[in-house]
């Protein structure tokens, strides 16, 4: 067996390409993502990227799509001879190294205007303050969940989920519409694990039993001998390596992948001892990375001898 990117869909592992944690190394191209959005989708985006997929609009499913795919694009390919600059006025890539005098002087705003004296304290007046406080409060604050007009969330979730298991596909789609809607499609039902069904996983995604790496929902699980993720259990992937031990099997990851980081490809050698586990220094997450290349060639080579 022969692996590459290491993926095992735990629930940490799809928070972290679509929950924000590769986002904060990529932050043009995650801002993008979550800009196709509603600013109350934003939270939980897979499923906002799902309503859409699932949409019988093909511009409202193609335009999401696009906007999937660019994500994981900006994640899973890098570039080590262009950099990406911001000039003051728009963003553009760029030869790396620049060569000298290829970059203007930064154009600073224009100096702010003298501004006049503030005014002296007045004296300070009895119950001022609280009037003033509740003469300007924002209405929209005192909202009830319940008020009309505002759609309950787990009902608004629960519906796209029901939405999906119904779907039976559309020929129509295009193949990169296609991969979208199936992606989208695998991450929000947990990649129909044993373990991880899709109610299961809708209440994850609603009320954060697990939640992200770093957050407060996933400190409350205990850490396995300082494991950077909380441990799995019995019924996810690594839980259940130990029935792969006797297959001769050889695993080649990206050390700077970042669509599938590698501390899921070190918690399944830690399960699966036997992995030949290939750290590949300087190396992202693509097959057609040439450092991945060659070290797929190498261990499909190793493993053809065993035949």
């Known amino acids: ?34 800009e196709h959005l509603h600013a109350n989708e934003r939270s939980q985006p897979v499923l906002g990227y799902y309503r859409r997929l699932l949409s019988e609009d093909p511009a409202v499913r193609d335009a999401a799509a696009r906007s999937w795919m660019d994500w994981g694009m900006s994640v899973g390919f890098g570039s080590r001879t262009h950099s990406l600059d911001w000039d003051g006025s728009q963003w553009s890539y760029r030869d790396f190294p620049a060569p000298p005098g290829a970059r ?95 109610a299961a996983q809708l209440y994850d995604e609603l009320y954060g039993d697990i939640g992200s790496p770093g957050s407060a929902a996933s400190g409350d699980a205990a850490l396995r001998d300082g494991a950077v993720w909380p441990a799995h259990d019995a019924s996810s992937l690594i839980g259940r390596a130990g029935e792969l031990r006797h297959i ?35 190396a992202g997450h693509s097959m057609y990375d040439p450092a991945i290349t060659h070290e797929l060639v190498e261990a499909t080579g190793a493993l053809h001898a065993l035949c």
């Not at 929209?140 to 989920?161: C, V, Y």
């Not at 119904?166 to 991450?187: K, N, V």
């Not at 050889?250 to 290939?278: F, K, N, S």
């Open 104 to 198: 203007g002087p930064p154009q600073p705003a224009p100096a702010p205007a003298a501004r006049p004296p503030a005014p002296p304290p007045q004296p300070w007046a009895p119950n001022a303050d609280a009037d003033a406080g509740h003469q300007g409060r924002d209405r929209s604050t005192l909202a009830e969940p319940g008020d009309r007009g505002q759609e309950d969330p787990a009902a608004a979730s629960a519906a796209i989920l029901r939405r999906g298991l119904a779907y039976r596909g559309d020929p129509s789609l295009s193949a990169s519409t296609a991969q979208a809607l199936l992606e989208c499609h695998y991450c929000v039902h947990g990649a129909f694990l044993r373990g991880r069904d899709a």
């Open 248 to 282: 001769p099997a050889i695993a080649v990851h990206g050390q700077m992948d970042l669509v599938c980081p590698p501390v899921t490809a070190y918690d399944l050698h830690r399960a699966w001892p036997e992995l030949q586990l290939r750290l590949v220094p300087n």
């Open 1 to 34: 067996m022969l692996l590459r990117g290491v993926c095992t869909m735990r629930p940490q592992e799809i928070d972290w390409m679509y929950g924000g944690g590769a986002g904060a190394l990529k932050p043009l191209a995650w801002y993008r993502f979550l």
